[in-house]
C-alpha cells in the first residue's frame, strides 16, 4: 500500500486531453451570426408595385376591348365599359409614378393606355354645332323622361314639361303612381295625342303627341315592351316614334336581353320605310358596342350632333358622386335636322330629362 492510500488521501484525476485545435496560431475569432429580420421595400418601391399591377389590369381590359372581347363575354365587360371615362383615370397617375421612378416600360404601357382612354372618350367631348333648319322645314321637339317606377316626386317635372313645351314627350317607367303624379300638374292636357300603357313595375311607357298618332304597337323585345306610333306631321311627313326603355345589363341574363332589344332597334333603324326617333333609356353609353353598332345602322345621336359635351343623365339620386353615365339618348335619322340638345333638371327620379331639337325636312 502506497503512502497515500495509507494516509486516506486521493489524489484528483488528471484533466482531460484537450483537442487540438485545427485554427492556425494567427487566425481571429469571428462571432457566430446573429438571425437577421426582413426588411420591408420602401415606400417609392410599394407604390411602383401598385402601379404596375393597376396599369396591368386596364391594360388586359383595354386589350380585351380592342379586339371585341366584349362580344364573346357580354358581362361583366357591360359595367366595365360603361365607366370608361373613369375607369382609366389611373393611368395618368401611373405616367407620373413611371416617370418619376424611371421605369420606361410601366410608361409605355401607361402612355398607350392614355391614347386609347382619348380615342374612347374625347369625342364624347368634341364641341359641335346645331344644324341649321332648311326652309320648310317641320320644327318637331322632343323630350324624354324616365320617371323611375316609384318616384312619389314625380310631379316635379310637370313644371319642366310646361316650360320645354315639347311636340312629342317620351314617358319612361310609367306607373299608375308616376302617370298620377305628371297628370296631376296639368302638364299632359295640352296633348290630344297619346299611346299610354302604364303598368306596375319598370317598363311601364307612353308617348304624348300635339300630332296625331297611328298604328301603334307594343311588341315584347327582350321580355320587355318596345312602344312606338307612327306620328303624322303633316300630310307629307311623317315618322315613327320609339319610346325606348332597354334593360340594365347588370347581370349575364340582363345582358343577354339588353342584347336583343338593342339588336332589335339595330334591326328597326336599318330596315324602315319612314324616318325614326328613338328616345329614352337605352342603358347604354358609346362605350358599348352594340350601341355603337345601332347609330350605325341609320341615325344619329342628337347630343354627338350638336356636341352637347360632358352631359351625363344617370345617376342624378348619387348621394357620394354626380352623375356620371349618358346613357339617355335621341336618335334621329338624317331626315332630322338636329337644331338643339339640352339635359333638364333633376324631378326625383335617378335619370335626367332630355330635349332635343329637330328640324324634319
Same mark, same amino acid.
Given at each position: 500500500m502506497s503512502s497515500t492510500q495509507e494516509s486516506g488521501q486521493t489524489t484528483p484525476d488528471p484533466p482531460s486531453p484537450t483537442p487540438p485545435s485545427t485554427s492556425s496560431p494567427g487566425d481571429i475569432p469571428v462571432a457566430a451570426a446573429e438571425p437577421t429580420t426582413p426588411t420591408l421595400p420602401s415606400i417609392p418601391t410599394v407604390i411602383t408595385i401598385v402601379a404596375w399591377v393597376v396599369t396591368g389590369g386596364l391594360a388586359l381590359l383595354a386589350l380585351g376591348r380592342l379586339v371585341h372581347l366584349d362580344d364573346a363575354i357580354d358581362w361583366p365587360y357591360t359595367v366595365v365599359n360603361a365607366l370608361t371615362p373613369l375607369l382609366y383615370l389611373p393611368a395618368y397617375a401611373a405616367v407620373a409614378v413611371a416617370f418619376a421612378r424611371r421605369r420606361n416600360l410601366l410608361l409605355i404601357v401607361s402612355v398607350a393606355l392614355i391614347a386609347v382612354h382619348a380615342f374612347w372618350t374625347v369625342p364624347?367631348?368634341?364641341?359641335?354645332? !346645331?344644324?341649321? @333648319? @332648311?326652309?320648310?322645314? @317641320?320644327?318637331?321637339?322632343?323630350?324624354?323622361?324616365?320617371?323611375?317606377?316609384?318616384?312619389?316626386?314625380?310631379?316635379?317635372?310637370?313644371?319642366?314639361?310646361?316650360?320645354?313645351?315639347?311636340?312629342?314627350?317620351?314617358?319612361?317607367?310609367?306607373?299608375?303612381?308616376?302617370? !298620377?303624379?305628371v297628370a296631376s300638374t296639368g302638364a299632359l292636357r295640352p296633348y290630344a295625342y297619346h299611346e299610354v300603357r302604364a303598368t306596375k313595375g319598370a317598363f311601364g311607357a307612353g308617348i304624348y303627341s300635339r300630332f296625331p298618332l297611328r298604328d301603334a304597337a307594343a311588341p315584347t323585345v327582350g321580355d320587355g315592351m318596345s312602344l312606338r306610333a307612327t306620328v303624322q306631321v303633316d300630310e307629307n311627313r311623317r315618322f315613327v316614334m320609339y319610346a325606348v326603355h332597354t334593360i340594365s345589363p347588370t347581370s349575364s341574363t340582363y345582358t343577354t336581353r339588353w342584347r336583343t332589344q338593342l339588336t332589335e332597334l339595330r334591326h328597326e333603324a336599318r330596315t324602315a320605310t319612314l324616318p325614326v326617333i328613338m328616345a329614352g333609356d337605352f342603358n347604354a353609353t358609346r362605350d358599348h358596342r352594340p350601341f355603337r353598332q345601332l347609330v350605325d345602322a341609320g341615325v344619329r345621336d342628337a347630343h354627338d350632333v350638336v356636341g352637347g359635351g360632358w352631359e351625363p343623365t344617370w345617376s342624378a339620386t348619387a348621394v357620394i358622386v354626380p352623375p356620371v353615365l349618358r346613357i339617355d339618348h335621341v336618335l334621329a335619322s338624317p331626315a332630322f335636322a338636329v337644331t338643339g340638345f339640352s339635359v333638364g333638371r333633376e324631378d326625383g327620379s335617378d335619370h335626367l330629362p332630355i330635349l332635343a331639337d329637330l328640324a324634319m325636312r
Open positions: 364624347e367631348l368634341l364641341p359641335g354645332h !346645331a344644324e341649321n @333648319a @332648311a326652309s320648310g322645314s @317641320a320644327r318637331i321637339r322632343v323630350m324624354s323622361a324616365n320617371l323611375r317606377y316609384d318616384n312619389a316626386h314625380a310631379d316635379r317635372l310637370g313644371a319642366q314639361i310646361q316650360s320645354a313645351n315639347p311636340d312629342v314627350l317620351v314617358l319612361l317607367e310609367l306607373t299608375p303612381l308616376t302617370l !298620377a303624379k
